[in-house]
Nanobody
Framework: VQLVESGGGLVQPGGSLRLSCAAS????????MRWYRQAPGKERELVAR????????NYADSVKGRFSISRDNAKNTVYLQMNSLKPEDTAVYYC??????WGQGTQVTVSL
């Protein structure tokens, strides 16, 4: 079983990034998926979640209107489109298939 995140990096405030999480080794389409993030010295927090078929999404108040979660079950991949990025979005971002599988994380740094 693997969840492999990609797409992180360094971006200026106001910029955009799209994270991807590629799944393998389990029936991806059966699982709702979540993105979490963890900033240095802080607890891991839920950023966004999506239902197994993709018809329902939810967001943390801190990212609502700026981030968008989506999935492609044919490609076994979940995405997080992040727009209007702020320095406080700096964190390691993880995808999660509840209640079993975590990815290794991808670093997002928002800075001048």
């Amino acid at each position: 079983v693997q969840l492999v995140e990609s797409g992180g990096g360094l971006v200026q405030p106001g910029g955009s990034l799209r994270l991807s999480c590629a799944a393998s080794g389990f029936t991806f389409s059966n699982y709702p998926m979540r993105w979490y993030r963890q900033a240095p010295g802080k607890e891991r927090e839920l950023v966004a979640r999506i239902s197994s078929a993709g018809g329902s999404t939810n967001y943390a108040d801190s990212v609502k209107g700026r981030f968008s979660i989506s999935r492609d079950n044919a490609k076994n991949t979940v995405y997080l489109q992040m727009n209007s990025l702020k320095p406080e979005d700096t964190a390691v971002y993880y995808c999660y298939a509840p209640s079993e599988y975590w990815g290794q994380g991808t670093q997002v740094t928002v800075s001048l």
